[in-house]
């Protein structure tokens, strides 16, 4: 089928069933083109909420659609492709963060929003990448164990060294294999470029970066810099969004292996089939969402 008509597929069902359909920046742009909204992580749990319609389509990986459900407990949370994991994600489970309070008795858990219902059930309070340093710095405890990214809690903790970070050797596949000979490179190729990158990138990476956020800080610095040449990195789908979006400016990717593949599963045609069959419904029980939702309402109430 051509592309033309399963897009015409998709917003015919849209429209049929009243469903809002959310895609993270790091989507193929066919897909972030359908979407009522395209945005991060949290944002999009937020918008579920905010939103009239009962089916929610949650174009991102498993983490993401399991956040929304949490935050939106009476509507139907639709993921395209159930197989789309966030690695990151998996690294941590509940035994670990158990394992690591006995360990630490006096530390509050930080987790990540980057993690699964189960692990946010078990920590004290949820971050996103953007709000990770205001909330370890609101926490009275001066021990914090971070969970599951060891690079964005390495970057928080230089920012905070009067408390104790310990970290959890987790870490996001795609930004972590970048390395401080990418950047070199690609700093060498554009000499009057700036450079972008997201804290979850490693230390010597960072270290190399004009700014420094999350893919929504990323896009607004991009879109307001007056730098005519910049070097994202992040995600290709960032690179790809601002090219389209800032004709007029040079947008480059620090690596050509700036992929994430889970993020690249969801196409138009599994976007159809959802829509159609309704398939890949994300369901928790009521005890598992009260039970992580509290570390979601403790990280919005700051």
Same mark, same amino acid.
């Given at each position: 089928?051509?592309?033309?008509?399963?897009?015409?597929?998709?917003?015919?069902?849209?429209?049929?069933?009243?469903?809002?359909?959310l895609?993270?920046?790091?989507?193929?742009? =066919?897909?972030?083109?359908?979407?009522?909204?395209?945005?991060?992580?949290?944002?999009?749990?937020?918008?579920?909420?905010?939103?009239?319609?009962?089916?929610?389509v949650?174009?991102?990986v498993?983490?993401?659609?399991?956040?929304?459900? #949490?935050?939106?407990?009476?509507?139907?949370?639709?993921?395209?492709?159930?197989?789309?994991?966030?690695?990151m994600?998996?690294?941590?489970?509940?035994?670990?963060?158990?394992?690591?309070?006995?360990?630490?008795?006096?530390?509050?858990?930080?987790?990540?929003?980057?993690?699964?219902?189960?692990?946010?059930?078990?920590?004290?309070?949820?971050?996103?990448s953007s709000s990770?340093?205001?909330?370890?710095?609101?926490?009275?405890?001066?021990?914090?164990?971070?969970?599951?990214?060891?690079?964005?809690g390495?970057?928080?903790?230089?920012?905070?060294?009067?408390? =104790?970070?310990?970290?959890?050797?987790?870490?996001?596949?795609?930004?972590?294999? #970048?390395?401080?000979?990418?950047?070199?490179?690609?700093?060498?190729?554009?000499?009057?470029?700036?450079?972008?990158?997201?804290?979850?990138?490693?230390?010597?990476?960072?270290?190399?970066?004009?700014? #420094?956020?999350?893919?929504?800080?990323?896009?607004?610095?991009?879109r307001?810099?007056?730098?005519k040449t910049?070097? #994202?990195?992040?995600?290709?789908?960032?690179? =790809?969004?601002?090219?389209?979006?800032?004709?007029?400016k040079?947008?480059?990717?620090?690596?050509?292996?700036?992929?994430c593949?889970?993020m690249?599963?969801?196409?138009?045609? =599994?976007?159809?089939?959802?829509?159609?069959?309704?398939?890949?419904?994300?369901?928790?029980?009521?005890?598992?969402?009260?039970?992580?939702?509290?570390?979601?309402?403790?990280?919005?109430?700051?």
């Open positions: 089928m051509a592309s033309a008509d399963i897009r015409d597929q998709i917003l015919q069902l849209k429209a049929e069933k009243n469903a809002l359909i895609a993270h920046y790091y989507q193929p742009l =066919e897909v972030q083109d359908l979407a009522d909204h395209v945005c991060d992580s949290f944002e999009m749990a937020k918008r579920a909420r905010e939103a009239v319609q009962q089916t929610v949650i174009c991102g498993v983490f993401m659609a399991e956040s929304a459900k #949490i935050l939106n407990p009476g509507k139907k949370i639709l993921i395209p492709v159930m197989e789309a994991g966030c690695p994600a998996e690294m941590v489970t509940p035994e670990d963060v158990i394992r690591l309070r006995k360990e630490h008795p006096d530390a509050a858990v930080v987790c990540y929003v980057n993690s699964s219902a189960a692990v946010k059930a078990v920590s004290d309070i949820c971050c996103t990770a340093l205001k909330i370890v710095r609101s926490l009275p405890q001066k021990k914090i164990i971070f969970i599951p990214d060891k690079n964005l390495a970057y928080i903790a230089r920012q905070v060294p009067e408390k =104790e970070i310990i970290l959890f050797n987790g870490f996001c596949p795609t930004h972590n294999r #970048i390395s401080e000979s990418d950047v070199l490179r690609a700093k060498a190729a554009h000499p009057d470029s700036v450079f972008a990158a997201h804290p979850e990138c490693r230390e010597e990476v960072l270290a190399h970066a004009d700014f #420094i956020g999350s893919t929504a800080q990323i896009l607004d610095y991009a307001k810099s007056e730098a910049i070097i #994202i990195g992040t995600e290709q789908g960032i690179v =790809e969004r601002l090219r389209c979006e800032l004709p007029n040079n947008i480059y990717s620090v690596a050509a292996s700036f992929i593949p889970n690249k599963k969801t196409g138009l045609q =599994e976007l159809l089939n959802c829509l159609e069959n309704e398939q890949w419904e994300i369901k928790l029980t009521d005890e598992e969402i009260a039970a992580a939702k509290q570390s979601l309402d403790r990280m919005v109430s700051i």
